[in-house]
């Protein structure tokens, strides 16, 4: 339950992404995308590890990593010009 819970906010994430990519014509990562794809990645992790699928868990904790520098980048640079 927890890993379909997780991958729901991933692709919410995604289909705001893209509708702010395709529709809105901004092409700087949403901090809504991040945050979402952070906790729905976060959510594979914990259900990875306590299904005792290690490999799994590892490679879905990778994907936590990266949208979190992403995210205090963002945040870093939020008002800077050439901001992603």
């Given at each position: 339950m927890?890993?379909?819970t997780?991958?729901s906010l ?37 259900d ?5 699928n ?20 963002l945040?870093?640079r939020?008002?800077?010009p050439?901001?992603?």
């Amino acid at each position: 339950m927890l890993s379909i819970t997780g991958l729901s906010l991933i692709v919410i994430g995604w289909a705001e992404q893209l509708y702010r990519s395709l529709i809105r014509k901004h092409l700087s990562f949403s901090p809504f995308f991040l945050t979402l794809y952070l906790v729905g990645a976060a959510m594979l992790v914990f259900d990875s590890f306590n299904q005792a699928n290690i490999v799994s868990g590892a490679l879905n904790a990778v994907t936590v990593i990266i949208p979190f520098i992403l995210l205090v980048l963002l945040i870093i640079r939020k008002g800077k010009p050439g901001a992603f």
